[in-house]
């Protein structure tokens, strides 16, 4: 690992927690008897606002994908400045590793999700004066016969690049596999291979040439729909964990009254308790039902978004066009009658 150098930087990387983030989550399809897409908040879709277009590395980009990300800060004493290469969003939590262990499931990280409401450092360009990560000399396990002088730090100011994602290379994350006439076709969907090109040439040197590229994907989400998506998906999120409270706590009581020998099997049973067990029966029966119908709600609410921008997207321009076209034709038939008749006024 890095540990021993980033301590001797002055670079602090939690290697117990990654980076939620609501706000740049990616969707994915839940499998099951009802699918379903949710956001899954360990899996970022970067762009606009989380990608730097100061810096030449990710001016050209248009969008990265993350998985499991970590974050990046600098301690107190680091002689190092940081420049955030690739950043959060503002809706974020940190999640703790031990979660990953059986892989969690999408919806339960959205259910415990509650906002941070800070930006964290995903990947950054670091610059400056480095410090040795081996100031008692030379490991032993080096060449003896290295006569090298010995540097306690970096004799010019180093220019490094670091990122919290050990898996973003992965092909599923960034480019689809197509065959085409028994050929593998390699069809990128994110700038991951580009942010790692651009990172290259610029450590080699060539600032100048890196400028002139066009480097990275057009990819310009429907950022405002996304945000609308969001909110009400929230909004039914926050119920849902309601009525599973509730629905938890009915359970608890019921299956205390059992334990009490309150239940079916019991050997007298009140007519008292008789009643408070089928309350306790419809309660649970009905906070069910409620939970299912805002489920389906959600997915509806969903899917009739989708609906209608995709009747916009499809009928609004050819409609608008249409409607322009006719327009257009009365102005020309009423500009013809207008000169119609001062031809036949004159000729009188």
């Not at 980009?61 to 290469?85: D, H, I, K, R, V």
């Not at 081996?134 to 180093?158: C, K």
């Not at 057009?218 to 599973?244: C, N």
Request: zero cysteines; aromatic letters at 8%.
């Amino acid at each position: 690992t890095l540990g021993k150098l980033f301590d001797a930087w002055g670079v602090e990387f939690a290697t117990d927690t990654m980076v939620g983030d609501l706000g740049a989550a990616q969707q994915v399809t839940l499998s099951g008897p009802r699918s379903r897409v949710v956001d899954y908040l360990l899996w970022l879709a970067l762009g606009r606002g989380t990608l730097d277009r100061d810096d030449v590395i990710t001016s050209q980009l248009e969008n990265m994908n993350l998985a499991s990300s970590g974050y990046f800060t600098l301690s107190e004493n680091s002689g190092l400045t940081m420049e955030p290469l690739l950043e959060s969003t503002s809706q974020t939590m940190l999640i703790s590793t031990s979660k990953m262990d059986p892989q969690p499931r999408p919806d339960d990280l959205l259910r415990e999700f509650r906002s941070d409401d800070t930006r964290f450092t995903l990947g950054a360009r670091l610059h400056g004066v480095v410090k040795t990560a081996f100031p008692g000399g030379s490991p032993a396990s080096l060449d003896s016969a290295d006569t090298q002088e010995h540097l306690s730090e970096s004799i010019a100011p180093a220019n490094i690049v670091i990122i919290g994602d050990s898996d973003f290379l992965s092909d599923n994350f960034w480019v689809r596999v197509q065959n085409f006439m028994g050929r593998q076709i390699v069809v990128p969907f994110a700038g991951n291979a580009d942010f790692v090109i651009n990172v290259l040439d610029n450590l080699s040197g060539s600032d100048a040439l890196i400028g002139l590229r066009s480097r990275g994907l057009s990819f310009r989400p429907f950022l405002r729909i996304e945000d609308i998506r969001r909110q009400a998906e929230q909004r039914y999120r926050e119920r849902e964990q309601e009525l599973r409270e509730n629905l938890a706590e009915a359970e608890l009581k019921l299956n205390e009254l059992r334990e009490q020998g309150v239940g079916e099997k019991a050997a007298v049973v009140t007519r008292e308790n008789k009643v408070t067990l089928e309350a306790y029966r419809r309660e649970i029966l009905g906070l069910r039902k409620e939970l299912r119908n805002v489920q389906h709600a959600l997915i509806k609410d969903i899917d009739s978004l989708d609906s209608i921008f995709k009747m916009v997207n499809i009928w609004a321009i050819p409609l608008l066009i249409g409607i322009l076209a006719v327009v257009l034709a009365f102005i020309r038939r009423a500009r013809y009658r207008v000169r119609h008749s001062r031809y036949e006024s004159e000729k009188t």
